[in-house]
């Protein structure tokens, strides 16, 4: 009794001992189980951290690559205006030299006119003592001089404009009908503004120059002349 007492108790002992391992063994499924699941989250967790992390470094690479390019385009444009304006500072520069030049060459032409002018202005007479002209070239070499001629066109406007009367100069069509020379140097007169429908050689018998009404008058009639030295 005692032995089958000692033997129960042992059963039931081990008995307790099968039910509290299974117990064990139940709840560590269970705790398996648990750790599985929340493993499941947290990969489950993970990748959508992932994903989060993947979509903003996206986003932030495609925004810097859309500042990239914005500042390209920036720096594309900048680049026009700089070409822009250094074209037209180059054009402007090429403006002003013409402009240089060109006051440059007024102040040659100016010189020029000028030194014309003074050579002219120095060196003119004019006599109001109405003779032929044949007279008036002999009253010019007199006083050191001959009757007035014109070298260039800056000369002959002068002399137009020094004269408020009708004037000999020196310059003859004597020697060929139509073609006036001047006496020195025996050179066509190219330049006159001429008074209308002259020369007209009236009557066959113009052949000598008178200026301010610049026309082609006969050598005997009498007029004031103007003589250079
Ligand atoms: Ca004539
Ligand atoms: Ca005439």
Redesign the pocket.
């Known amino acids: 009794m005692l032995l089958s007492s000692v033997t129960r108790e042992k059963r039931l002992e081990e008995e307790k001992q099968l039910d509290y391992s299974l117990k064990a063994a139940k709840r560590f499924d269970v705790l398996a189980l648990a750790i599985s699941k929340e493993k499941s989250a947290t990969r489950r967790l993970m990748e959508r951290f992932q994903d989060q992390v993947e979509r903003k470094v996206m986003n932030f690479v495609n925004k810097t690559n859309q500042s990239i390019v914005g500042i390209d385009k920036k720096g594309t444009e900048v680049k026009e205006t700089v070409q822009q304006y250094s074209y037209n500072i180059s054009s402007l520069e090429q403006t002003l030299n013409n402009i240089q030049k060109t006051v440059s060459d007024l102040y040659g032409g100016f010189g020029e006119i000028k030194d014309a002018i003074s050579k002219i202005e120095n060196e003119l007479i004019k006599l109001k003592k109405l003779m032929k002209m044949s007279s008036a070239v002999l009253q010019c070499q007199e006083l050191g001089g001959e009757l007035a001629e014109a070298d260039t066109v800056a000369e002959m406007n002068y002399l137009l404009g020094f004269t408020d009367s009708s004037a000999w100069i020196g310059a003859s069509n004597r020697d060929e009908e139509g073609k006036f020379v001047w006496r020195s140097s025996n050179m066509p007169l190219w330049y006159l503004p001429w008074k209308h429908i002259?020369?007209?050689?009236?009557g066959g018998n113009?052949d000598c120059l008178i200026i301010w009404d610049s026309?082609?008058?006969p050598c005997q009639n009498s007029y004031s002349f103007i003589c250079e030295k």
């Open positions: 002259q020369p007209n050689n009236w113009q026309n082609d008058e």
